[in-house]
Every structure is written in structure tokens, then in C-alpha cells.
């Protein structure tokens, strides 16, 4: 059965692409817009992602917002979630939050697969 994905980034264009090389990897994949958007999927859907890629610096509800959400439903893994920024403040804070898997912008896709490969194992 293929692991279900969901990618959380403002920025079309890298959601696009991050959508198209996971599903060559044989992923399911779903992408949100911002955090409040990603919160919906995941509160409404049947499955939970085996993994959240999640950039911490969006509109509306960020991801560092959104990590405190999910740190309060049971079915979340921490461990699942991948986040990624420019930001190294950001990521410092998601790491303060429990997030043990970061990236910093610009990441190589290679890496990112490696930890999502690792996440979904």
C-alpha cells in the first residue's frame, strides 16, 4: 500500500514539483495551501498522513501554529512531520516543539526523500 503524504506550502510552485517527485516515488500525495487549510484535511479525512512535510512560513496559520494543533490530536505523530524553512529561527523553534526532522531552503530533493523515506518506513 502506498503512503499518503500531505505537503503544506504557500508557494505553488514548489508544492507542485514537491507533488510530482513523491508520486514518481509512488506516494499518495495531498497538498495544502497554509496551515488552516492543512488543519481542515486533517481533521476531516478517514486517513491520517504517515507524513507531513510542512513549511513554517505561511499566511493565516503557520506552521509552527499548526504544530501546536497537532501536538493536541492523539493520532499525530510528532515524528511524522518533516519541516522545512528559510528561516533558521523557525526551525530552531519547531526543534523547541518537538520536530526532529528540518530543512533548511533550499534543500536537495534527495535529502527530503531520504527523511520522508525514513518517516514512512
Do not use: H, W
Not at 10 to 37: F, K, M, N, P
Not at 39 to 68: F, S, W, Y
Amino acid at each position: 500500500m502506498n503512503k499518503y503524504i500531505l505537503v503544506v506550502d504557500d508557494d505553488t510552485q514548489l508544492r507542485s514539483i514537491l507533488q510530482a517527485v513523491l508520486e514518481s516515488e509512488a506516494y499518495l500525495v495531498d497538498t495544502a495551501g497554509d496551515g488552516l487549510i492543512a488543519l481542515d484535511k486533517i481533521t476531516c479525512q478517514q486517513a491520517m498522513p504517515e507524513v507531513i512535510l510542512l513549511d513554517l512560513n505561511m499566511p493565516r496559520l503557520n506552521g509552527l501554529q499548526l504544530i501546536e494543533a497537532l501536538r493536541e490530536r492523539e493520532e499525530v505523530r510528532l515524528d511524522s512531520i518533516i519541516v522545512f524553512s528559510a528561516d533558521r529561527d523557525a526551525l530552531q523553534q519547531a526543534g523547541t516543539l518537538g520536530i526532529r526532522r528540518c530543512l533548511a531552503k533550499p534543500f536537495e530533493l534527495e535529502m527530503l526523500l531520504e527523511l520522508v523515506s525514513t518517516c514512512a518506513a
